[in-house]
């Protein structure tokens, strides 16, 4: 058997027989923090607390949110690419040999782009109310429902029903997913098994409206999901075919969860709370349908098409129809788009695609409406912006604002071609403020440096760098 305890046999004729000392030992400089009985040590193969910047963070970058951090700190600038792509490229697109289905893609896109002064506030407002949720009077009644009660039980029960509205509001995505789960299930299936679990898929109806899950439900429930039971008992597969099917059943439980009579009913019960009837005892449940779908969620969410435009010429991009040369550029594109839209993002986040007054800009905001900044000057709530831009033919600009109480403070970086123009610049500001009645604290101009990165502007990104590693 092998010598686990490094144990020899003593050569004869020698006195001092002894057992070999185990030669590893904690101060062997080539093995990486060994076990030592009289201390608590990491796992050999990991550094140190003191080996790298990211870990004297106390920040794992293990962990999801360690990832997140690390992308930050690593993906190319949005607004670059961007401009890379559609404001510098597009005429080489086009030469390239792009198919007239792209072409047509980004002509519409292109047109879009064009819009007047108050176009662009709608634009800006809408894109605003579709990135957050649980906004306007309906969801602000059910926050203060939250707070003054001191019922577990109702607390519960608003929470479930914010749970259902969002399953609801998410069908037609979840519905998505779920097609794409049993597409990838069949690529996994015996050949002679594909097909009867096709003809179910031909059944469901991907034009449901949101909240009518009852016919996809009961064939998911009663005839999909019990035939890929059935195949994963009889071949004894538990490899990658289960655990697709694990994510199935998810994607349909919350499908199911955002039934709108489920919704409805849920409403209906709070109403048995005084202290949520108190808030709602002008609302029946009747009424319910009509309220979720003139939220301003909803409707931002029905006029903001650009978004399906966008995203539907990246797709032709990471397909390679605007040629293999541009291929990783829409793939870095769309990680910069999914990265800024993670749960990690404590700020908002805005893009600006704009063609005005016939010149073409690309803008993207960070904002954070409740900035602490000013917490130790007692002037109360302050809204933070990071806004990046770049001006066909002029160059890119990073700002960075900060408003409260009509007052601004404004860190202006602009092209150092632009470096004679500087007092003019400041000039037109200031201007520009006081028409809308704001005046400024503070004014920074400087030539551009270096691009100022997310994590600068906003530090509370990393408020979550102790937290718990949650990796799955």
Partial sequence: MPNILRVTTPPTGLENNNVKNNPLTTNEKQIQNPVDPGKVVRPDGRGDAGDSQQTKLGMNTQSNFGNFIQQINDAPQLTQLFSTLFLQGM????????????????????????MSDSQLVDFLKNQA??????????????????????????????????????????????????????DLITQYMMRSEREPLRQLMERLDMTALAGDTKSNGMLLKNEIIPMLGQYVAKTRDFGTIRDLIGVLTFNVSRYENGNLDKVIDSFAKLLNFQGFRSKFQAVSPDMLPQILRHTEYAKATRENTWADKFLKMVQFGIQGEAGLENKQVFQNLMNAVLLNESVYMPVLHLMLPVELNGQTMFSEMWIDPDDDSGAADGEGRKAKLLIKFDIKDVGFFDMILLYGQDKMDMYLSYPEELADKEGEIKN?????????????????????AEPISISQAFPKIFERKNAVNVTI
């Fill in 91 to 114: 005429g080489n697109m086009v030469e390239s040999g792009i198919g007239p289905e792209f072409a047509e893609e980004i002509a519409k896109f292109m047109e879009m782009m064009k």
């Fill in 129 to 182: 109310h579709g990135a957050v949720r649980y906004t306007g009077t309906f969801y602000n009644m059910l926050r203060q429902v939250m707070n003054e009660t001191q019922s577990v039980e109702l607390k519960a029960g608003v929470l479930d029903l914010l749970k259902q509205i969002n399953d609801m509001s998410s069908g037609s995505h979840l519905l998505e997913n779920i097609k794409g789960n049993l």
């Fill in 428 to 448: 037109s500001l200031e201007v520009i403020m006081a028409d809308n009645g704001i005046s400024f604290r503070s004014l920074v101009l400087e030539k551009a």
